[in-house]
């Protein structure tokens, strides 16, 4: 069973910046795409950003383009896919989940547990 490992959440006033984390450890996603997306209390999970297997491309929703950046790390054993969150606003508040992408279709083979962001105003 893969487990996905979220960090990084918390805390911080609007204006702040917080930086998340997911891996997977012992498990490397070096052929897939991996991403975040967000669920805010009362709302449904929406996409936040991806970030293609090399790293070369990414993708953002327009509601936190210019403030967030997604990178990865395809260490040997174990893939990291960050997701820099600047000039962070109350809006962005929610949890927050690290995917993985299926190689071949359009959906999402591996979910985190999601990792808490809280911006207060």
């Known amino acids: 069973q893969v487990q996905l490992v979220e960090s990084g959440g918390g805390l911080v006033q609007a204006g702040g910046s917080l930086r998340l984390s997911c891996a997977a450890p012992?498990?490397?996603?070096?052929?897939?795409?991996m991403g975040w997306f967000r669920q805010a209390p009362g709302k449904e999970r929406e996409f936040v950003a991806a970030i293609s297997w090399s790293g070369g491309d990414t993708y953002y929703a327009d509601s936190v383009k210019g403030r967030f950046t997604i990178s990865r790390d395809n260490a040997k054993n174990t893939d990291t896919v960050y997701l820099q969150m600047n000039s962070l606003k109350p809006e962005d508040t929610a949890v927050y989940y690290c995917?993985?992408?299926?190689?071949?279709?359009?959906?999402?083979?591996?979910w985190g547990r999601g990792t808490q962001v809280t911006v207060s105003s």
């Open positions: 012992g498990r490397t996603f070096s052929s897939n795409t």
């Open positions: 995917v993985v992408r299926n190689r071949y279709r359009d959906e999402y083979d591996y």
